[in-house]
Every structure is written in C-alpha cells, then in structure tokens.
C-alpha cells in the first residue's frame, strides 16, 4: 500500500567493515547495533519503523522528517566514533508490505536512500541527500561535502572539544571540562574550522526542520 506522504529513510553502511578481520568486525557489528537500540528508545517518536540492521554492516530506519533524520543521524555519529558510518538519506513516498520494519518496506524513498548512499561513498562524504529536488539536494550535499572534508582532518580530541561546545555553549565551560585555558580550546576549535561546521549544520538543521512545510506538495 502506497502512501501520499513523505518520509525519510536512512540507509547507514559501516566504512571499511569488509577489510576487518572476523572477531573485530564482529565486535563492530555488536557495538553498531547497541547504538540502534538506543537510537530506537531515545527517538521512538519521530520514527515510523524502527532502526533495523539489514545486513551486517548495514542499517535501515524510517523516520517522519528530514530534520529528524538528520538529528538522529548526528546523535548517532557521537555516539559509534571512532566508527565511520556512511549515510544516506532519500524523501518520498514508501509502499508497504504488510510489515512494520524498513526491510518490509519499499518505494521512492527506499530508492533515494540507496542512490545516496551510493554516492556518499563515491564522493567520501558522511552524509548524501536526495529528495529529487535538484537545486537544494545541490546545496545540501555541497555542505555536507564540505564537513565531511574538514571533520577528516580532524583527532580524536578535536572531535571530542567539538562535541563538548556543541553541549556546553561557551569555551569557558569547555576549558573548565578540559582543565585548560578558554583561549586554547577557542584556538582548536577555530584552527580547525569546528565553529564553520557547527554554523553549518545548524543552518542545514533549520532547513531540514522547515523541509516538509515548504517542500511537500499537496494532493
């Protein structure tokens, strides 16, 4: 059964998996799939089919709006680093089968899902969308291009000092996690582009929460 409605689907494939011997990309596989479980809980509101592993190293979930897709796709890359997890994101129409899980499922969504994330990984970035509307599929992917290039540089402690401001605010409130100066984290973050990329997904967050409004059109 098909449905006038836009949803989101996120299709999530594991960088790398297939180059990992046997125990460590089975403990991989363990730990991404903890994470589903606590993506499941913490956002059964905004998902109308549970995130659901598909293949080893692969996941599918079906969420009701962009902007939800990408928080959960945010909250998800904290919480499996230092994994890298390639995404993919397609609005549209779905079809069900009878079923209530994404692998039950099929349509235009499911399609662009897979076409972006096909291309995630021709382009090596984190996230790639597709709504089939060409002029802000455009823009948005050249953003998450562009913060896909710039997180790539980054350590392990960059990464942390970029999560810590964006739960915290300020650098004072950083520096006094980090036992350090408000300046020196001020200097990391800014050195390494950190307030670009928080400024830029933020403004990709307001255009996906704004997304169903302005761009589903009526039947």
């Not at 403990?27 to 089919?49: G, H, P, R, W, Y």
Request: aromatic content about 10%; proline content about 3%; some cysteine.
């Amino acid at each position: 059964m098909s449905e006038n409605y836009e949803y989101t689907v996120i299709i999530g494939d594991i960088s790398g998996s297939k180059r990992l011997n046997g125990l460590d990309r089975y403990q991989t596989q363990l730990f991404m799939k903890s994470a589903i479980v606590q993506i499941n809980e913490e956002f059964e509101t905004f998902m109308d089919a549970p995130a659901t592993m598909t293949k080893g190293d692969e996941f599918q979930a079906l969420v009701d709006t962009a902007g939800h897709a990408f928080q959960i796709i945010q909250v998800l890359q904290r919480m499996v680093f230092p994994i890298s997890v390639r995404y993919g994101m397609g609005v549209g129409m779905i079809y069900r089968m009878g079923g209530r899980l994404p692998i039950e499922m099929d349509g235009p969504a499911f399609h662009r899902a897979n076409s972006a994330l096909a291309l995630a990984k021709k382009r090596k970035s984190c996230i790639w969308f597709n709504s089939e509307r060409t002029s802000l599929d455009s823009l948005l992917n050249t953003v998450f291009l562009l913060i896909s290039s710039i997180k790539s540089k980054w350590n392990e402690r960059h990464h942390q000092l970029y999560w810590d401001y964006l739960e915290l605010g300020t650098y004072k409130k950083v520096a006094e996690k980090q036992n350090v100066t408000p300046q020196a984290i001020c200097d990391v973050l800014k050195n390494n582009r950190a307030i670009d990329v928080i400024e830029a997904e933020k403004n990709v967050n307001e255009v996906l929460q704004h997304f169903r409004l302005e761009f589903t059109p009526t039947f």
